[in-house]
């Protein structure tokens, strides 16, 4: 027997194991938001599996290499095809938590019975202490391998169902390449050999036809055509094609449609440029689409406007991809818009500005990741590169549907030294919307001036939307700073209730 090939087969399967762990916590993440929790749950329960797996391992009393090479291929078939199923489950509703949590635990369980399995097989090729050691020292390497690898190779070049189908492969090869390892220990060689061939072969299928595959998942979960996906570092960016237009996808979340954006860009961009209006430096924080800073350029005296998302991606398509193109009137193709991709939180730790009037235009805070940029470290950055008399508008969640972490926002710019007036603005396709605009100095609700062309706003409309109604005034929250994230805790907890 070939020990090298014995140690391969160590690394190999403990970067798969890992690897279909990552897989189900970013699905999970991608859909439903709150990566902490997604990760811990699936961390959980996937050590609980491996402590069943490693448990149940006892029983096996004889076919040691037969149990060993078809656990190899069932974990590989599941494993495989794990992103896939999940995405199923989500399209059809309901079914999505327990199917995720069966496939953890499952997996956990199939992966814990390996190395058990392998150890017995090798015991008489090394001495115990050398066995143990070699054998935990590539289980070890591997799970580093791929822990490194997911982020950086894996996700942005072959996406969750490709990346899952090649570990699946993998593991594949490992039981096909079992059955001559350990042949002489076989009943039956060939029977092994058989089935772990076909599992090679559909998994080989499966990722040879994998966008077809993620097409098919990906469409059921969004409903309509979708007509450009792509995964980056940082996100997987869907636009789907429906009726009334098309339909911006960030992780499984709406980012905008675009029968209704209009209402909210100019719901977001033109209060805080009313607030200044002779605002020559514009900074936009996120809003990588280039929706908001199509509406800053409506203004005739800006001069320059810096765009700050940390996607490089998603910046090319504003400006390449011609649906999205169109709808941002080629908003960063202009010679006054400078593209920064970079993190908004790390770019505003230098010196910058000033500027006159400062956009954030984030995703949503459904993550730590994002809910650093809504802190009141984030908005002390802000501050720093604001003007003196410069303002600064902020998306801030539904204040019907999320009233705490609506108002979280606000007091936390608040703590930063920000006066600030909360508003809100009708959004079909997202309810009830809240925005927060804020200043150095005190201010009053602005009226105007507005620019020419608005679909929505016009001077009484704008200032109405500062005039709160009873169901979304004040509560009592905390002030969101880096080392307690409060916001992401209210904003998961009001959401899920519609969720």
């Given at each position: 027997m070939s020990l090298r090939l014995a140690y391969l087969t160590v690394f190999v399967i403990a970067a798969c194991g890992l690897g279909y762990e990552l897989v189900a916590g970013s699905v999970a993440s991608y859909l439903l938001g709150?990566?902490?929790?997604?990760?811990?749950?699936a961390i959980g329960l996937y050590l609980s599996g491996l402590g069943v797996g490693a448990w149940l391992s006892k029983f096996v009393k004889d076919r040691v290499a037969r149990t060993f090479v078809d656990?190899?291929?069932?974990?590989?078939?599941?494993?495989?095809?794990?992103?896939?199923?999940?995405?199923?489950?989500?399209a059809r509703g309901g079914v999505f938590h327990v199917v995720l949590w069966t496939e953890i635990l499952v997996i956990g369980t199939l992966v814990g019975l390996?190395?058990?399995?392998?150890?017995?097989?090798?015991?008489?090729?090394?001495?115990?202490?050398?066995?143990?050691?070699?054998?935990?020292?590539?289980?070890?390497?591997?799970?580093?391998?791929?822990s490194l690898a997911f982020p950086l190779l894996f996700v942005p070049r072959l996406g969750l169902v490709r990346t899952a189908l090649l570990l699946g492969l993998l593991n594949g090869l490992v039981a096909l390449w079992s059955t001559w390892i350990f042949r002489a220990r076989l009943e039956s060689p060939a029977g092994a050999r058989l089935r772990a061939g076909a599992v090679c072969a559909a998994l080989a299928a499966?990722?040879?036809a994998a966008d077809k595959v993620t097409d098919l998942?990906?469409?059921?979960?969004?409903?309509?055509e979708i007509v450009l996906a792509k995964s980056t570092p940082y996100q997987r960016i869907v636009v789907t094609q429906g009726r009334s237009g098309f339909q911006l996808w960030l992780n499984g979340s709406l980012q905008f449609a675009s029968a209704d954006e209009h209402r909210y860009h100019e719901s977001l961009v033109h209060p805080a440029m009313a607030i200044v209006p002779d605002a020559r430096r514009v900074l936009v924080l996120g809003?990588?689409?280039?929706?908001?800073v199509r509406e800053v350029l409506r203004h005739p005296q800006v001069e320059r406007v810096t765009l700050v998302d940390i996607d490089p991606e998603m910046t090319a398509l504003a400006r390449d991809f011609p649906p999205l193109a169109r709808q941002n009137g080629g908003a960063l193709s202009d010679p006054r818009v400078e593209v920064v991709n970079d993190d908004a939180f790390r770019w505003l730790a230098e010196r910058r500005g000033p500027y006159d009037v400062i956009v954030a235009d984030f995703p949503d805070p459904g993550s730590f990741g994002l809910g650093k940029l809504y802190t009141t470290r984030m908005y002390e950055r802000v501050l720093a590169a604001l003007a003196p008399d410069g303002a600064v508008a902020v998306q801030s969640t539904s204040p019907f549907f999320a009233r705490k972490a609506f108002w979280c926002i606000a007091r936390t710019m608040e703590a930063s030294g920000m006066h600030v007036r909360p508003y809100r603005s009708a959004v079909p396709s997202f309810g009830e919307w809240g925005y927060v605009l804020g200043s150095r100095r005190a201010f009053e609700a602005p009226e105007g001036p507005l620019p020419a062309g608005?679909?929505?706003?016009?001077?009484?409309?704008?200032?109405?939307?500062?005039?709160?109604?009873?169901?979304v005034g004040p509560v009592e929250v905390e002030v969101n700073r880096l080392d307690n994230q409060s916001l992401v805790r209210y904003y998961e907890e009001e959401w899920r209730r519609w969720n």
């Amino acid at each position: 027997m070939s020990l090298r090939l014995a140690y391969l087969t160590v690394f190999v399967i403990a970067a798969c194991g890992l690897g279909y762990e990552l897989v189900a916590g970013s699905v999970a993440s991608y859909l439903l938001g709150d990566t902490v929790t997604q990760f811990s749950t699936a961390i959980g329960l996937y050590l609980s599996g491996l402590g069943v797996g490693a448990w149940l391992s006892k029983f096996v009393k004889d076919r040691v290499a037969r149990t060993f090479v078809d656990v190899e291929s069932a974990v590989a078939l599941l494993g495989g095809t794990s992103a896939a199923v999940l995405y199923l489950s989500f399209a059809r509703g309901g079914v999505f938590h327990v199917v995720l949590w069966t496939e953890i635990l499952v997996i956990g369980t199939l992966v814990g019975l390996e190395i058990p399995l392998l150890l017995r097989l090798l015991k008489d090729e090394l001495e115990f202490k050398d066995l143990v050691a070699q054998v935990l020292t590539f289980d070890y390497i591997g799970s580093l391998a791929v822990s490194l690898a997911f982020p950086l190779l894996f996700v942005p070049r072959l996406g969750l169902v490709r990346t899952a189908l090649l570990l699946g492969l993998l593991n594949g090869l490992v039981a096909l390449w079992s059955t001559w390892i350990f042949r002489a220990r076989l009943e039956s060689p060939a029977g092994a050999r058989l089935r772990a061939g076909a599992v090679c072969a559909a998994l080989a299928a499966g990722f040879a036809a994998a966008d077809k595959v993620t097409d098919l998942t990906e469409t059921r979960t969004y409903g309509d055509e979708i007509v450009l996906a792509k995964s980056t570092p940082y996100q997987r960016i869907v636009v789907t094609q429906g009726r009334s237009g098309f339909q911006l996808w960030l992780n499984g979340s709406l980012q905008f449609a675009s029968a209704d954006e209009h209402r909210y860009h100019e719901s977001l961009v033109h209060p805080a440029m009313a607030i200044v209006p002779d605002a020559r430096r514009v900074l936009v924080l996120g809003g990588g689409d280039g929706l908001a800073v199509r509406e800053v350029l409506r203004h005739p005296q800006v001069e320059r406007v810096t765009l700050v998302d940390i996607d490089p991606e998603m910046t090319a398509l504003a400006r390449d991809f011609p649906p999205l193109a169109r709808q941002n009137g080629g908003a960063l193709s202009d010679p006054r818009v400078e593209v920064v991709n970079d993190d908004a939180f790390r770019w505003l730790a230098e010196r910058r500005g000033p500027y006159d009037v400062i956009v954030a235009d984030f995703p949503d805070p459904g993550s730590f990741g994002l809910g650093k940029l809504y802190t009141t470290r984030m908005y002390e950055r802000v501050l720093a590169a604001l003007a003196p008399d410069g303002a600064v508008a902020v998306q801030s969640t539904s204040p019907f549907f999320a009233r705490k972490a609506f108002w979280c926002i606000a007091r936390t710019m608040e703590a930063s030294g920000m006066h600030v007036r909360p508003y809100r603005s009708a959004v079909p396709s997202f309810g009830e919307w809240g925005y927060v605009l804020g200043s150095r100095r005190a201010f009053e609700a602005p009226e105007g001036p507005l620019p020419a062309g608005l679909r929505h706003l016009d001077g009484p409309s704008m200032r109405a939307m500062f005039a709160l109604p009873p169901d979304v005034g004040p509560v009592e929250v905390e002030v969101n700073r880096l080392d307690n994230q409060s916001l992401v805790r209210y904003y998961e907890e009001e959401w899920r209730r519609w969720n």
